[in-house]
């Protein structure tokens, strides 16, 4: 918009100045080139784009091979996997991310797989042998153990890596480093980790059709509350069909979701931690628990007094079912992890909005996307002979997916190429820049880990006393894991 006024204002100065007289008469602050062609350029302002990976300083290393052991999963595969240009949206942007580092800093980037437990135990035995097997890893949450035994890398005192900058998640690193260390990381160069960050979809069809106002302005006022999606769907759920019982196959609900996700992401949108931090960055076990009981409260109402469609059955047979309901149009939200909107809904007819997880209320500070906790995590040994090629192959992974990977999720996550939604375009940059993590979550800590989801799944609404059972053995849990860490500091 800015080059187009700056044309304008070009076409209508030329206009009034040939209006006015012969321009030769007047001076004019315009140079001729060699050719005898006018140059207005220097008149003209330039947007420039700012580039992450022109920020690096390039270094040649000489055809060295960093070698990368990875988590075993299909999902993963999309992170590195890109042998050839397919036409496929992300492995060409995979493919040729791969190819520019590679060239740029003349690497040969070789990535194996294995089981995460395989990796974690691979990682072990370098370390233990005091070989260099590999460069980097992609561990899982599992990993988290390694970092308070010794196994991995400070990234904190590592070289050429720039952990201020937003490639690198910054929830992750606010919420999981200790006493100023940090030894797994969540960057963009796992465009995984984004795809499996949690959000909602809304039918436009069905909004059309009951003169519903899309949600996008209250998003961008910080105004998409719990009460307001209670709003929304809190009469919506009938039984269609009369058979006196609403059941997924034909009837029609506000919201749908599948429980081993959903469990998680509506409470965790809130901003609320089970641990916080001391102002010497060490973990605490402290909450407000009349704050969680109000949270608790209001997730609780949309996902039963608005007889919302929970599926908790665990099992991958029934896995459609929340996603087949929205497709059929038969729920106004559906709360999906990124990644499974290209799979389960790349072919609904109806028109479909994103949407960011809600707030508990307009007081929060922002938005905050659960992400799913088997996302892959970033590992070095701890034995890593060359911190400076390691960091710099990693940042310059982590900015060339910043600059050529990530501005292509909308196409991304729907599988839609070149046919952009820009409202949802806008919502995914605000999803995946907000997430949130909780230490209690991804330690496992005994019960806190997963109260959100245990309260849902069994529909009892008795918080206090399902805290009173965790507190004690959840406490010891974190204590063992802060002891870990005071010890590596010995």
């Known amino acids: 918009m800015k080059k187009i006024m700056i044309w304008l204002l070009i076409l209508v100065t030329l206009a009034s100045s040939a209006a006015c007289g012969d321009p030769k008469d007047e001076k004019t602050d315009?140079?001729?080139?060699?050719?005898?062609?006018?140059?207005?350029?220097?008149?003209?302002?330039?947007?420039?784009?700012?580039?992450?990976?022109?920020?690096?300083?390039?270094?040649?290393?000489?055809?060295?091979?960093?070698?990368?052991?990875?988590?075993?999963?299909?999902?993963?595969?999309?992170?590195?996997?890109?042998?050839?240009?397919?036409?496929?949206?992300?492995?060409?942007?995979?493919?040729?991310?791969?190819?520019?580092?590679?060239?740029?800093?003349?690497?040969?980037?070789?990535?194996?797989?294995?089981?995460?437990?395989?990796?974690?135990?691979?990682?072990?035995?370098?370390?233990?042998?005091?070989?260099?097997?590999?460069?980097?890893?992609?561990?899982?949450?599992?990993?988290?153990?390694?970092?308070?035994?010794?196994?991995?890398?400070?990234?904190?005192?590592?070289?050429?890596?720039?952990?201020?900058?937003?490639?690198?998640?910054?929830?992750?690193?606010?919420?999981?480093?200790?006493?100023?260390?940090?030894?797994?990381?969540?960057?963009?160069?796992?465009?995984?980790?984004?795809?499996?960050?949690?959000?909602?979809?809304?039918?436009?069809?069905?909004f059309d059709d009951n003169s519903l106002e899309y949600p996008y302005e209250l998003v961008r006022e910080k105004k998409w509350t719990y009460d307001a999606l209670y709003n929304y769907i809190k009469d919506y759920t009938a039984d269609v069909n009369g058979d006196g019982q609403i059941t997924w196959e034909s009837d029609r609900y506000g919201l749908t979701g599948w429980g081993t996700e959903s469990g998680y992401s509506t409470f965790?949108?809130?901003?609320?931690?089970?641990?916080?931090?001391?102002?010497?960055?060490?973990?605490?076990?402290?909450?407000?628990?009349?704050?969680?009981?109000?949270?608790?409260?209001?997730?609780?109402?949309?996902?039963?007094?608005?007889?919302?469609?929970?599926?908790?059955?665990?099992?991958?047979?029934?896995?459609?079912?929340?996603?087949?309901?929205?497709?059929?149009?038969?729920?106004?939200?559906?709360?999906?992890?990124?990644?499974?909107?290209?799979?389960?809904?790349?072919?609904?007819?109806?028109?479909?909005?994103?949407?960011?997880?809600?707030?508990?209320d307009e007081n929060q500070k922002d938005y905050n996307s659960y992400t799913g906790y088997s996302i892959p995590l970033i590992m070095v040994p701890v034995n890593c002979p060359d911190p400076g090629r390691t960091g710099k192959v990693m940042e310059a992974l982590c900015t060339a997916s910043y600059d050529d990977v990530v501005p292509d999720m909308y196409e991304i996550v729907t599988m839609v190429k070149n046919a952009r939604d820009a409202e949802s375009s806008e919502m995914i940059r605000i999803i995946i820049r907000t997430k949130a993590f909780d230490p209690a979550h991804w330690y496992t800590i005994s019960g806190y880990g997963t109260f959100s989801r245990d309260i849902i799944a069994t529909g009892n609404k008795n918080f206090a006393s399902m805290l009173k059972t965790y507190e004690k053995v959840a406490e010891k849990n974190l204590e063992s894991i802060i002891k870990s860490y005071e010890g590596m500091k010995k």
């Open 268 to 360: 965790y949108g809130s901003a609320f931690s089970f641990i916080t931090k001391t102002p010497d960055d060490k973990y605490k076990m402290e909450f407000n628990a009349e704050r969680l009981t109000a949270i608790m409260d209001k997730v609780f109402s949309i996902w039963y007094t608005a007889n919302s469609y929970f599926n908790n059955t665990g099992s991958g047979s029934e896995h459609h079912k929340p996603f087949m309901i929205f497709k059929e149009d038969r729920a106004l939200f559906c709360d999906v992890a990124l990644c499974k909107i290209g799979s389960f809904l790349s072919d609904m007819e109806s028109d479909y909005g994103i949407l960011p997880e809600p707030m508990f």
């Open 30 to 206: 315009e140079t001729t080139t060699a050719a005898g062609v006018t140059d207005t350029s220097a008149e003209i302002e330039t947007e420039t784009v700012f580039k992450a990976f022109d920020t690096l300083e390039l270094k040649n290393y000489g055809g060295y091979e960093f070698d990368i052991l990875y988590t075993q999963t299909e999902r993963f595969y999309t992170d590195f996997h890109a042998p050839e240009l397919n036409g496929a949206i992300l492995n060409d942007a995979i493919f040729e991310r791969n190819l520019k580092v590679e060239e740029a800093l003349d690497v040969k980037i070789n990535i194996k797989w294995q089981s995460y437990s395989q990796v974690n135990a691979d990682l072990q035995t370098q370390v233990q042998a005091d070989s260099y097997d590999y460069d980097m890893y992609g561990g899982h949450k599992t990993s988290l153990t390694l970092s308070y035994s010794g196994y991995l890398y400070n990234f904190y005192n590592m070289e050429d890596i720039d952990l201020s900058q937003e490639w690198w998640d910054q929830d992750w690193l606010a919420s999981m480093s200790y006493a100023d260390s940090i030894h797994t990381l969540v960057g963009d160069m796992c465009i995984s980790h984004l795809l499996l960050v949690q959000a909602m979809t809304f039918n436009k069809k069905l």
